[in-house]
């Protein structure tokens, strides 16, 4: 779960509902980043969401990924040994260098590009990837008071990713929770709302689905269990050629 499905969260109890432990299909999990952990200064958070999947943006997604392996293999040889599940975060960090990487060169290692990548790598990756969506949400709103800035911070840095992290069904759920998120926090202050529509039906369709929720008043459900919510599942495989057809139309 990304640090934006952990903010969905939260939506599930202000739409009146919960969001239950059920997976989706084709969905990738990640690991979970606590507060403290994704803890991080206003600065570092702001740069973070200004550069991400920058520096990378001129090469191919396959160079970023073999110069990813390299790097990781430059760290192994530092660390003198690959890494597990006993490495600790300093060496993550440190000395394997993915506090370093930029985003897109995160999601290359993140999304098992090439199949150069161990699951322990891919798990690592994903973690980062959490922490930096954590970082800049932290920074939006460190006391936990203001969850439009929050959700707003979201927005904008999912909007700053690759456009390879951007076909991918993970983002534009976490896209579709932020922009819901912001849209209904916003609203319960009585405050106007600036335009987060991305003009992506996916990320429509899963937003849409928070107000589906919020319409049923049911504490049982949850927004997987929402038409919209599958309809933008069912889109996504079509458009990534997953699945031959789909019987409605947006």
Avoid: C
């Avoid at 958070?45 to 990781?72: C, I």
């Avoid at 995160?106 to 891919?122: H, N, P, R, T, W």
């Avoid at 969850?147 to 904008?156: F, G, H, I, L, R």
């Avoid at 929720?213 to 309809?231: E, G, V, Y």
Wanted: hydrophobic share 35%.
């Amino acid at each position: 779960m990304s640090t934006v499905a952990s903010l969905g969260t939260s939506l599930g109890l202000l739409s009146g509902a919960r969001m239950s432990s059920k997976t989706t299909t084709a969905t990738t999990s990640t690991k979970t980043t606590t507060t403290a952990q994704a803890a991080s200064s206003t600065t570092d958070a702001s740069q973070t969401a200004q550069t991400s999947g920058a520096s990378t943006s001129e090469k191919s997604f396959a160079q970023v990924a073999l110069d990813a392996r390299a790097t990781l293999d430059a760290g192994y040889q530092k660390l003198g040994k690959t890494a597990d599940y006993e490495t600790t975060g300093q060496q993550w960090s440190d000395t394997l260098g993915l506090n370093n990487l930029d985003r897109r060169t995160l999601y290359a290692i993140s999304s098992d590009q090439g199949g150069m990548f161990s699951k322990v790598e891919v798990d690592a990756a994903q973690f980062f990837m959490s922490k930096q969506e954590g970082d800049v949400i932290t920074a939006a709103d460190p006391l936990h008071t203001n969850p439009s800035a929050a959700y707003k911070a979201a927005t904008d840095f999912l909007d700053s990713a690759s456009s390879e992290e951007k076909s991918s069904l993970g983002w534009a759920q976490a896209r579709g929770t932020a922009q819901a998120g912001y849209l209904l926090t916003m609203k319960n202050a009585g405050r106007a709302a600036a335009n987060v529509d991305t003009g992506n039906p996916i990320v429509n369709l899963f937003a849409n689905s928070y107000a589906e929720l919020a319409a049923t008043k049911s504490a049982s459900l949850d927004p997987r269990d929402m038409p919209s919510w599958q309809k933008a599942v069912d889109l996504w495989a079509l458009q990534s050629d997953e699945t031959p057809s789909i019987s409605w139309t947006v």
